[in-house]
Structures are given as structure tokens and as C-alpha cells.
């Protein structure tokens, strides 16, 4: 099983280039998300979705978009590359049940230079 | 608004011993979630156990369990017979589990800790 399939794994961005990471999973699972990772911070959350044609914004939705047309879809785009968005970012994914774990993507290493 | 912190930047355990990762909460939902998850230096997040807020009994999953102390507001993890492969980092999450608040798909994680074992 494939589970959440993150692509690319490392990018190097130019300041102003823009970008999608793109996100798949194949467990039909509604909830999906976005997260950055920063040393000593933990994961914040970006955006995350409940469903098709449905997102909202997390704790750090500055500078990124998200759409979400299919179930098993949900990239996100960074339309111009800041040097602050340098971060390692996973998606994940999980049931809408109650005490359901998010199964993560394998992570993206994002330098923004 | 959630929020989880987690004390210990790092933490050293003799191989084959006990270590307990602590994990504080606040919250103003009357339902939630509580999640361990694992990162070792491959960097893959690894789900390890869940408690629910109303759940009667601590939540066990092989050699982790979880000292789950409601009115502390607490949840911290126990690994039993430390192996070298717990070497990682170690995320306490939580997230609300009233279907339907707009918190709902939110996970909140705290700093981590970073753990250690030694032969």
C-alpha cells in the first residue's frame, strides 16, 4: 500500500519562484492536512480539509494555498517563495472517525534561497 | 485554542530501562484526542498510541503506555525495556473530538523530546 505519497522529497527554491508540493493518498480518508516542521517548534499546522471542495486555514496559512477537488488530492502551493518558508512539510491524512491517527507523507525538504 | 508543551529537550535512558516522556495539555473542549507519535532520524512520523479524553483505562500498546492524568492534564508516555531503536524524536499531539466544532480537524503538537538510549 502506498498510503500518503509526497512529491518532491527535496526542492531548492529561488525568493519569488513559486511551487506546489503535491500530496496522494490511497486510503479514501476525508480529513486531510498540511504541516511545517521547524527545528525546535514542532509541527504547525498550514491548512487541512474535511473533504472535497472543503479546507481551512491552521495555525501558519500565510503564503501558502490549498485546494482540494478530489478525495485523494490536496497540494500545496507556495506562490512566492520566502527565505521564512524553508521547512521541512508533511502532509497527512485520516479517517473522520472520532479517535483516528493521521498516517503521514514521508516528509519535503524545502530550501528557500 | 489547544496547547501542548513538553519539558524535556532531551532525555538519556540506559538500554533495556524504563523512560517516561512527559506531556502537558490545555484545552477548552470537553472532548478530545491525545497522540504520541515518533520520529526517528529518517524523519517518517511513526503513530505510536492514542488516548481519548473519556476513555476509562490508560491506553497500552505493546511496550508503550500512556499515564493518561486528566485532572494534571497530563499524558505522558512510558516505553518499558528501553531498545537502541527508540533512539528519536517524540511528538505529544492532541486534537478535539467533538464532530462538528470547528477545531475538529485541527492536531496540535508540542516541541518534542529528544530521546537517547544508551548500551
Known amino acids: 500500500n502506498a498510503g500518503v505519497t509526497q512529491t518532491p522529497k527535496f526542492q531548492v527554491l529561488k525568493t519569488g519562484q513559486s511551487m506546489t508540493l503535491q500530496c496522494a493518498q490511497d486510503m479514501n480518508h476525508e480529513y486531510m492536512s498540511w504541516y511545517r516542521q521547524d527545528p525546535g517548534m514542532g509541527l504547525r499546522l498550514i491548512h487541512y480539509s474535511v473533504g472535497a471542495g472543503i479546507t481551512d486555514q491552521g495555525e501558519v496559512p500565510n503564503g501558502y494555498n490549498v485546494s482540494r477537488s478530489t478525495t485523494e488530492d490536496f497540494p500545496l502551493r507556495l506562490l512566492s517563495a520566502a527565505p521564512s518558508q524553508t521547512s521541512v512539510y508533511f502532509c497527512?491524512?485520516?479517517?473522520?472517525?472520532?479517535?483516528?491517527?493521521?498516517?503521514f507523507g514521508q516528509g519535503t525538504r524545502l530550501t528557500v534561497v | 485554542a489547544q496547547k501542548i508543551t513538553q519539558t524535556q529537550p532531551g532525555m538519556f535512558v540506559q538500554e533495556k530501562e524504563a523512560v517516561t516522556l512527559d506531556c502537558t495539555y490545555d484545552?477548552?473542549?470537553?472532548?478530545?484526542?491525545l497522540f504520541w507519535y515518533k520520529q526517528p532520524s529518517s524523519g517518517e512520523m511513526i503513530f505510536l498510541i492514542y488516548q481519548g479524553s473519556y476513555d476509562q483505562q490508560n491506553a497500552t500498546e505493546g511496550r508503550y503506555s500512556l499515564n493518561f492524568q486528566k485532572a494534571r492534564k497530563s499524558a505522558n508516555l512510558v516505553i518499558s525495556a528501553s531498545q537502541l531503536g527508540d533512539s528519536a524524536m517524540y511528538f505529544c499531539a492532541m486534537r478535539p473530538t467533538n464532530a462538528g466544532g470547528t477545531s475538529y480537524g485541527k492536531l496540535t503538537f508540542g516541541q518534542g523530546t529528544i530521546l537517547t538510549v544508551h548500551p
Open positions: 497527512a491524512s485520516r479517517t473522520r472517525d472520532r479517535g483516528s491517527s493521521a498516517f
Open positions: 484545552t477548552s473542549d470537553p472532548s478530545y484526542g
